[in-house]
């Protein structure tokens, strides 16, 4: 078992920045994959960052790549999500994810555990 609780999120005009922290507890936190999705209103959840147990391999939706950080410490079992240069379209309620495979997937039913998730408004 892992829980996840997200925090960071908040209201921000557009071109700014927000970094989202993802705090986990239970099992150890290096054996599981990471990621970040969000969902609008509206819109189904989608992919935004995933990160693997070591950090070395990291992907990221096309919408946000370029402008948005995935890292994680180990050390204090937390994943990050720095986000730049955001749009209005950012706007959304951010969730991390983890689950136990070997690289990180950009589909929601791999993940086995999910946060409440933080909300991220970008106002233009």
């Known amino acids: 078992q892992v829980q996840l609780v997200e925090s960071g999120g908040g209201l921000v005009q557009a071109g700014g920045s927000l970094r989202l922290s993802c705090a986990a507890s239970?099992?150890?936190?290096?054996?599981?994959?990471m990621a970040w999705f969000r969902q609008a209103p509206g819109k189904e959840r989608e992919f935004v960052a995933g990160?693997?147990?070591?950090?070395?391999?990291?992907g990221y939706a096309d919408s946000v790549k370029g402008r948005f950080a995935i890292s994680r410490d180990n050390a204090k079992n937390t994943v990050y999500l720095q986000m730049n240069s955001l749009h209005p379209e950012d706007t959304a309620v951010y969730h991390c994810?983890?689950?136990?495979?070997?690289?990180?997937?950009?589909?929601?039913?791999?993940?086995?555990?999910w946060g409440q998730g933080t909300q991220v408004t970008v106002s233009s």
């Open positions: 994810a983890s689950q136990y495979g070997l690289a990180y997937s950009r589909l929601r039913h791999a993940y086995h555990y």
């Open positions: 239970g099992r150890t936190f290096s054996g599981v994959v």
């Open positions: 990160i693997s147990r070591s950090g070395l391999s990291r």
